[in-house]
């Protein structure tokens, strides 16, 4: 999961999604605190859409938290490498940490994610 996440954003930046990935940000952090809204405007064209939520708190020079919720489960190892994908196409160096575990209890998952900018 975690391969395939990191190997999709590579394919979808390619493959008809360029546009949307330009759209949502010129940087890794811009991106992310773009992410959620990018989700939300899909509503649109996806009528049976149930979106999973990103939102950035804490948001410093060099890290953020991200608190990721979904109605699925089992998708948190892809976000990792969705998260990875998004440094390389970025040309950033990221270091994600799971602060919050779903699956030990927790509300949400959440990742502290830290972030040099080339
Ligand atoms: C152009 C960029 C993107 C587009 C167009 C897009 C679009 C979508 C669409 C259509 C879905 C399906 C939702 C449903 O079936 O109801 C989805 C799901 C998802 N997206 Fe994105 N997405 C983009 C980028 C990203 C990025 C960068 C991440 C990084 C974390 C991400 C994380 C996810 C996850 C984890 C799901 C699975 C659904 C869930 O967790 O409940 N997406 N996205």
Redesign the pocket.
């Known amino acids: 999961m975690h391969a395939f996440g990191e190997y999709w ?1 590579q394919y ?1 930046g390619k493959v008809g ?1 360029g546009a ?2 330009d759209m ?1 940000g010129d940087t890794f952090p811009e991106f992310l605190e773009n ?1 959620d809204e ?2 939300t405007r ?1 509503s649109i064209n ?1 009528p049976k ?4 939520s ?1 939102e950035c708190t804490e948001t410093e020079e060099n890290s953020l938290e991200l608190h990721y919720r ?3 489960h089992g ?1 948190t190892a ?2 990792v490498g ?2 990875k994908g ?1 440094g390389t196409r970025f040309n950033t160096e990221v270091n994600i940490v799971q602060t919050q575990n779903r699956e030990e209890g927790a509300e949400h998952d959440a990742f502290l994610i830290e972030y040099k900018l080339n």
């Not at 859409?49 to 999973?52: E, G, I, L, T, W």
């Open positions: 954003i979808t999604y949307m990935m949502g992410l990018l989700h899909l996806f859409y149930d979106p999973p990103f979904s109605s699925r998708l892809m976000v969705l998260l998004l």
